[in-house]
Each structure stands twice: as C-alpha cells, then as structure tokens.
C-alpha cells in the first residue's frame, strides 16, 4: 500500500529558531515521486519541491532543506531560521505506478511561528 | 494571467441550488484535478482529466458533475448537495499526472446550508 505519515500535527517555534516536519511514507513502488506543499492561510497550495526516488542528493534553497532518506523512507524538510511568512499547514505527499500516479497525500502539519 | 484561476473564491447554496465552481489554467498543461478539502481530512481527490479525457472518478457522489471543454477550462457542477459538502474545492494542473509538480488554485470555499 502507498501511504504518507507526518505524524505532527502542530508545531509552534519562535521567530529564528530552525524547525524540522517529519514525512515518512510507504509504498511497493521502486520508481516514485515526493513532494512538499505549503499551504498558507489564503488557502492555496504552494509547490515547494519534488524528488524521485533515484535522486537522494538533498537540496537547499535558501532557508528551506530537504533530507531524503530511502533506507528509513523519509523525507524531512527543515526551515532555518523561521520567519512569522513561514507560518502554514505543510503536506508531503508521494506519487507512484502503484496508486496510478495519483497523490497519495499526508495529514498535514500545521506550523506557528512566534513573533 | 497566470497559474490557476478557480471563482467564485466563496459559494453559499441551499440543498436545492444548482451551482458550478470553474477553474481556469494558464500554464499550458494537460492534467487538470478537482480535490476536495475539509477540516481534520486529508485531501481527497475527486477528479482527474488528462487531455481532457476524465481518467479517474474516485467514487464520487452523482451529485458532483465535472466537465472539461478543453485542457485549459475545468467546471465542477453542484446539485442537490448535503452539508458534509461544505469544504474547501481545489483545482489544480500539472504537466502530467503525478510525476510533475500540480500547481494549485485558490480554491472556493463552499457552504452548504
């Protein structure tokens, strides 16, 4: 079965510490596709990053890293340094030829960032 | 214009309306999707087209009608619906179905009272 675990469902940081939001998944695919939205209080879901499952390189851009983990199938994201813009619900989501491509998506986090 | 486009942003409809929700992309893309959102529920895919061609329906209610006349115009038509409706309706393209990046709408929040 394909399935996307963020078992957080809330986080609250202060302004300028780092956070991290878990995603762990499953599935029987060996070709497959992640993927990170966020989804701010204006209720559109913004595209954050894909990653398929023969790349493990992890990414940076800007305050925003990715770790991809396939031996413990897990693809964390950290913010550094948080700013009160970051503040919003975020998905992770996976995709593969066992759900016939369709998003299989997680529960959401919903993160808070403290003035 | 560009991205995706869905109006109205706000819809209130009694159980006996006839209304539609309308989604508009400008990216050039082939997949179109209508995902439904409501609070403490994962998202939940409704529709997929591909080409304008509907390639999944995950067992939604008769009640809920999508059409797309063309790969840029999705419409998602509304009759007789129940208050567990009332959700967040998003739209969203992508280039191809689950492999590239969906890009999505603002959404409409609908009210069924």
């Known amino acids: 079965a394909q399935k996307v675990t963020q078992a957080q469902t809330e986080i609250s940081v202060v302004e300028k510490e780092d956070v991290t939001l878990d995603c762990v998944y499953e599935?029987?695919?060996?070709?497959?596709?992640l993927f990170w939205y966020k989804q701010p209080p204006s209720g559109e879901l913004v595209f954050l990053i894909r990653?398929?499952?023969?790349d493990e390189q992890n990414e940076i851009s800007g305050r925003y890293s990715w770790n991809f983990q396939k031996s413990t199938s897990s693809f964390n994201f950290t913010i550094t340094a948080s700013q009160v813009v970051d503040s919003a619900v975020y998905f992770c989501a996976l995709s593969g030829l066992v759900s016939n491509y369709q998003l299989i998506w997680g529960a959401g986090t919903k993160l808070i960032i403290k003035p | 214009e560009t991205g995706v486009t869905q109006t109205p942003r706000h819809l209130v409809m009694g159980m006996t309306n006839k209304k539609s929700l309308k989604c508009e992309q400008h990216l050039g893309h082939n997949a179109m999707y209508w995902y439904k959102q409501s609070a403490k529920k994962p998202l939940e895919l409704m529709f997929v087209y591909n080409f304008k061609e509907q390639t999944e329906n995950n067992s939604v209610p008769s009640r809920f009608s999508p059409e797309c006349p063309n790969s840029s115009h999705l419409f998602l038509h509304l009759h007789t619906l129940q208050p567990e409706d009332s959700a967040l309706y998003l739209c969203a393209s992508s280039q191809v179905p689950g492999t590239t990046e969906a890009f999505f709408g603002q959404g409409t929040r609908l009210t069924v009272v």
């Open positions: 599935t029987r695919d060996t070709t497959y596709y």
């Open positions: 990653r398929n499952s023969f």
